[in-house]
């Protein structure tokens, strides 16, 4: 059955995050030191993730499951966890495209070591990879992430191509004073590299609460740099995808943009998330989570626990309040929700 939120939203797609941990240090995500992990007894294990997927896959016809944290590829035999997610079935009956197949299944990276695991992960069942990359300047690279690794990154892309994703996507989170002067020469880096950047705006999910409106580059002023340089038109219907696009008109490929402060794409929203720790939540921006490692360890069977999902879609909200005065952040951060 498909789960529908008071919206009139289907779910179709669960972001699972994997770990809280991270190798980087982004700042646009978490402190330089400072950040308090979960204690491993707390982080769900490979059989709960495959049993809390297979509920939203093969009972309420979820057909994406994206992996994420923190940092995904650091936690231990990724390889065995999407083979697991591979063997999943969207229902035959179901009005999804995956009808009758495994979902689609992807992961958000930093890809500082994908380079190690990009062909066991695709033997296993991966479909698709986003590797995110904010700069191409060495220095910036480590002011940004705290980790002087970009050379392994622009490799573990490569790697990403040769195991044989495609399109392999590179989300660059674009803030003002910091990388928006790099915006056209990413946008040639992915042109020149067959990859698809996907600009990103500053949201308020960063750790050390350095946020405000003016550092946001908007997603106008993103498109407008690129056309200036590399002429653009805009491609029809995202559907339910956070990004628009836009294809380049000498035929090189497409870029897009994730417009979350300037444009909410929420009306459209199909997605859902799994914390590292259990925990639902029906919105990146929500303020309440349900605890579905609590239950699952309490021996909760399947019914218990799709009755509890099916409660919280319903409380999912219209909308984030990111630009109305009322707006509270979460509390917890990006890299602890699962980006
Ligand atoms: N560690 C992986 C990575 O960096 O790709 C996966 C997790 S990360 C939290 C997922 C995505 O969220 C990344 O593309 C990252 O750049 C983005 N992100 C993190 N903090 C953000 C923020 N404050 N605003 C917008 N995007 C953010
Ligand atoms: Fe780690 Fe990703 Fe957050 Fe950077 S954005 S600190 S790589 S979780």
Redesign the pocket.
Known sequence: MDLIDPFGRTIRDLRISVTDR?NFR?T??MPEEGMKWLPRSEVLTFEEIERLARIFVEHFEVDGLRL?????TIRAHMPLLVQKLAALRVPASSASAYAGKKPDLSI???GATFRLLAHELREAGLDRV?I?LDTLNREKFERMTRRDELVRVLDGIEAAKEAGFSPVKI?A?VERGVNDDEIVDLARYGRDHDVEMRF?E??P??ATGH?VHDKVVGQDEIVAAIAAVFPLEPLAGRGAAPASEWRYLDGKGTVGVIPTVTKPFCDDCDRVRLTADGQFRTCLFATTEFDLLRLIRSGADDEQLAAEIQRAVGTKWAGHQINQVTFVRPTRT??QI??
């Open positions: 991270c982004c646009y995500c994420t944290g923190g940092e995904p958000t990276t930093n986003n995110s989300n989170v990103i500053f949201m999910l960063d946020w990006m890299s699962g980006g």
